[in-house]
């Protein structure tokens, strides 16, 4: 049987409720530069993580359906910040600073990686980290590293396969099999992946049916 599959397409009432938790009012909250300026845990909250540029300011704007509410843009390195986005009164979407890479000096560099590692490692209300990779590429080294940082904190991560508009269905095929490949590693990997474009709004409902799943 095959590990780690894709998610299934959603029935018309699992799209409603995706699309009835995303119809609700999102708000950017604020921009944390240091674990003491974490709000309170007190709200369903998921992250987006990722290597620098994989897509993950773009898939916060596509499933809430905002042009420019995270800042996305060509420079890797672009979100230095945690930053916290209320969505209804219920849940926090959280965009995090790319990993592996980035314009910006050494020792800020360091900062938020150690703030990224942090968050993602004792957070007490994070119920799951997507985890973003970029479909052309798979999984590199340093997700690894990641996958296995959040296996000893015991932090359940989902993969999200990012940019489908980009490679051909058969580099699209094989990245996808050794994405599953690695997962199978993986104590906290949950086993299904999602895979989406936000340039083509591809895979989006099925994101935010999951996340409205979470409880
Ligand atoms: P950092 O904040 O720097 O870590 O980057 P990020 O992961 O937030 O990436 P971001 O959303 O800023 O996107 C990086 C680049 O990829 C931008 O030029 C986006 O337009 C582009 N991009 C994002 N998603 C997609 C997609 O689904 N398809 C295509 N073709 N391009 C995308
Ligand atoms: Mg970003």
Redesign the pocket.
């Known amino acids: 049987m095959l590990k780690f599959p894709i998610a299934q397409n959603l029935t018309e009432l699992d799209r409603q409720k995706g699309n009835l938790l995303f119809s609700k009012e999102v708000t950017f909250l604020k921009g944390v530069v240091d674990i003491l300026g974490l709000p309170n845990c007190n709200r369903i909250e998921v992250c987006?993580a990722?290597?620098?540029?994989?897509?993950?300011?773009?898939?916060?704007?596509?499933i809430t359906l905002k042009k420019s509410l995270?800042?996305?843009?060509?420079?890797?390195?672009?979100?230095?910040e945690i930053n916290f986005f209320t969505l209804a009164n219920t849940n926090y979407l959280v965009?995090?600073?790319?990993?592996g890479y980035?314009y910006a000096p050494i020792r800020e560099v360091e900062k938020w990686q150690k703030l990224l590692k942090d968050y993602l490692t004792g957070r007490a209300s994070l119920r799951r980290v997507f985890l973003?990779i970029d479909s052309r590429h798979g999984v590199k080294e340093i997700d690894e590293d990641v996958m296995l940082l959040l296996d000893k904190a015991a932090v359940t991560f989902q993969v999200v396969m990012?940019?489908?508009?980009?490679p051909n269905k058969k580099e699209l095929q094989k990245s996808i099999e050794k994405t599953q490949r690695a997962l199978g590693k993986h104590p906290a990997a949950f086993p299904e992946i999602l895979v989406?474009?936000?340039?083509?709004m591809?895979g989006i409902d099925t994101l935010r049916t999951t996340i409205a799943n979470i409880e």
């Not at 995270?70 to 230095?80: D, E, I, L, V």
């Not at 989406?196 to 083509?200: G, L, N, P, Q, V």
Request: glycine share 10%; charged share 25%; no cysteine.
């Open positions: 987006f990722g290597r620098s540029n994989v897509g993950k300011s773009s898939l916060i704007n596509a995270a800042r996305s843009s060509n420079t890797p390195g672009r979100t230095q965009d995090l600073p790319g990993y980035a973003l990012t940019k489908i508009d980009k989406t474009s936000s340039a083509k591809e």
